[in-house]
């Protein structure tokens, strides 16, 4: 059974970067090898949870400027899986989760940055979903329970954001990480091992630093999402930091 995945998306240089980060994002593709892909991106906002449905190639959408030439060269044509997006909408429908259809959007980069390191040839089918930032933390666990049973049929669903994620706070050059963004993951991972579901949906009033590691919750949601849809032991993948705090803790669930 394939796991779901929170992988954070970081910098957009995350496609072209060779790091630790990378490395181990290259490493999944020989782990996991699915049929077809799900991913909730942080850079993909709406009211109503809305599929990508369709069977054609996707743009490769620049939501960034300011970077390398190089990363505007990249494409990541990727296909989607109208079927696919069928069944999803119908399981959302029979929760009773609003949800609507979308046949033009190309992938952000919270997907293709991701998907260009992991599943470099572009081979597999991609359904994206967007995520509404605003729903509470229950919500979108509910959204992901909806997928359980996916990694079942050889499908990988991806919650795709950053726990901490400041643009503020981040300092160019720092090799290590500020404490108030260890202390954030840390309470995180230890609340996620206690399998303490309550703490966690409440974690803006008892989390540590919660207020500067997510001054806006649209990057963390998807990590709910990723909880909820899994059926596997929460496991860390990855963990490291860029510019002083940009977390690129990862897990499987």
Request: net charge negative.
């Amino acid at each position: 059974m394939i796991p779901s995945l929170f992988l954070a998306h970081g910098s957009p240089m995350t496609a072209i970067e060779d790091n630790e980060y990378t490395s181990f994002l290259k490493g999944l593709s020989s782990k996991i090898k699915p049929k077809a892909i799900v991913i909730f991106t942080a850079h993909w906002e709406s009211d109503i949870l809305t599929i990508s449905s369709s069977d054609e190639t996707y743009d490769t959408i620049y939501d960034f400027g300011g970077f390398p030439q190089e990363l505007y060269e990249i494409k990541y044509p990727a296909k989607g899986s109208g079927q696919l997006a069928q069944i999803l909408k119908g399981k959302f429908e029979q929760k009773g989760i609003a949800v609507r259809e979308d046949v033009r959007r190309g992938l952000d980069h919270g997907s293709w940055t991701l998907l260009y390191q992991m599943y470099p040839a572009a081979d597999i089918p991609v359904v994206q979903i967007s995520v509404n930032p605003y729903l509470e933390p229950e919500k979108q666990f509910e959204i992901g329970e909806t997928l359980k049973g996916m990694g079942k049929e050889n499908i990988l669903v991806i919650g795709s954001g950053v726990t901490v994620h400041n643009l503020r706070a981040i300092k160019w050059g720092q090799q290590e990480p500020d404490q108030w963004a260890v202390d954030f993951d840390d309470w995180l991972i230890d609340k996620i091992k206690k399998e303490d579901l309550k703490s966690l949906f409440k974690y803006e009033k008892q989390a540590p630093n919660a207020q500067i590691a997510v001054p806006t919750p649209e990057h963390f949601m998807p990590f709910f999402i990723a909880m909820g849809s899994g059926e596997t032991q929460p496991t860390i993948l990855h963990r490291s930091y860029e510019l002083g705090n940009l977390s690129y803790l990862s897990m499987q669930f």
